[in-house]
């Protein structure tokens, strides 16, 4: 994985522009209402989430795995801290947050991956804090592409595997949690030399 996403950052720089994504833009939302003060983002690619956190008055922590991803990042830290490395080997620091936000990252693991991150996750959250996450869902177009390698996941990419969340799937990831909210939503973005793309994401709003 870690080969896929450098070479891709490496390659296509900015990919996805730098607006944030529509479901990072919900989710300060749902945390400001709920009085979140540090968020922690794993998988922050090069910061364009990260950084609309950062602008809505939050302190934030990035993880992401992309070296070239990485130096962007720190080119606009805005006062974010960022960890180089996979969020398969979370904690960085022992730091607990109020809030963590993670955008597509999830369903880039096999099942035994997704449950250890998920646990990870739990564990640098404060007790009463709050996770986001989006995901492609079962609904997003490039389900069933490729070789299945699980149960509704596939490797349409070479170093790429992709897992698509039905509802009753996600909800089951999340049970040592209180599921405060979970839905679908239309996600606009930039992607490169295809250009604007709007991809259908399913999202998790669940509390500690």
């Not at 479901?23 to 300060?28: D, G, L």
């Not at 607990?96 to 996750?121: G, P, S, T, W």
């Not at 492609?136 to 177009?141: G, T």
């Not at 039905?166 to 239309?186: K, R, W």
């Amino acid at each position: 994985m870690n080969t896929f996403w450098e070479e891709r950052f490496r390659d296509e720089g900015r990919i996805w522009g730098d607006s944030p994504s529509r479901t990072a833009t919900y989710a300060i939302e749902l945390f400001k209402k709920a009085g979140v003060r540090e968020v922690l983002v794993p998988g922050s690619g090069y910061g364009r989430n990260a950084e609309a956190f950062a602008r809505a008055g939050f302190s934030v922590t990035g993880i992401e795995i992309s070296t070239t991803a990485v130096n962007f990042a720190r080119q606009n830290a805005q006062g974010i801290r960022y960890h180089h490395g996979s969020v398969s080997d979370m904690p960085f620091d022992d730091s607990v947050y109020d809030a963590i936000c993670c955008f597509n990252v999830l369903h880039l693991f096999r099942k035994k991956e997704r449950m250890e991150f998920l646990q990870k996750c739990r564990d640098q959250l404060k007790d009463g804090g709050v996770m986001f996450f989006a995901v492609f869902p079962e609904k997003e177009p490039g389900y069933g592409r490729g070789r299945m390698v699980e149960e509704h996941t596939f490797g349409s990419k070479p170093g790429r595997e992709v897992h698509y969340y039905t509802t009753e799937d996600l909800v089951s990831g999340f049970q040592a949690l209180e599921v405060l909210e979970t839905g679908l939503m239309e996600d606009p973005e930039e992607h490169g030399a295809e250009g604007r793309h709007t991809h259908l994401l399913r999202y998790m709003y669940a509390r500690k």
